[in-house]
């Protein structure tokens, strides 16, 4: 089966880091179940789930947090080496389903 994705507002997807997010939001809808709110993610989704990096992932971290997020899922090459920034938890991910149980738990 396809799935197409429309994003609204004019915001054009042109990196591989809404890889990760597009999928949790589809998941999520497939599910009947909402994600958490102030969650952000970012990564690259690989054929077989694996979550792969993406660039300036310590960038996208602390903007973030500026924002007000409080839970970021991120590929475990992006994760900085404290597990919060300001009030953002960072929770690094190797797989699909990790990220997928990540939101179970928020």
Do not use: M, Y
Request: glycine share 8%; no cysteine.
């Amino acid at each position: 089966q396809d799935v197409f994705v429309n994003v609204v507002g004019g915001i054009r997807v042109q990196e591989t880091a809404a890889d990760l997010p597009v999928l949790l939001a589809v998941l999520s809808s497939f599910r009947d179940r909402a994600l958490p709110e102030k969650l952000v993610a970012f990564g690259e989704v690989g054929l077989s789930g694996e979550i792969r990096p993406v660039p300036n992932g310590e960038e996208r971290l602390r903007e973030a947090a500026t924002h007000g997020f409080l839970h970021a899922i991120v590929p475990k090459a992006n994760a900085p080496k404290k597990s919060h920034i300001g009030k953002l938890a960072i929770i690094a991910v190797d797989r699909l389903g990790d990220a997928l149980s990540a939101t179970s738990e928020l």
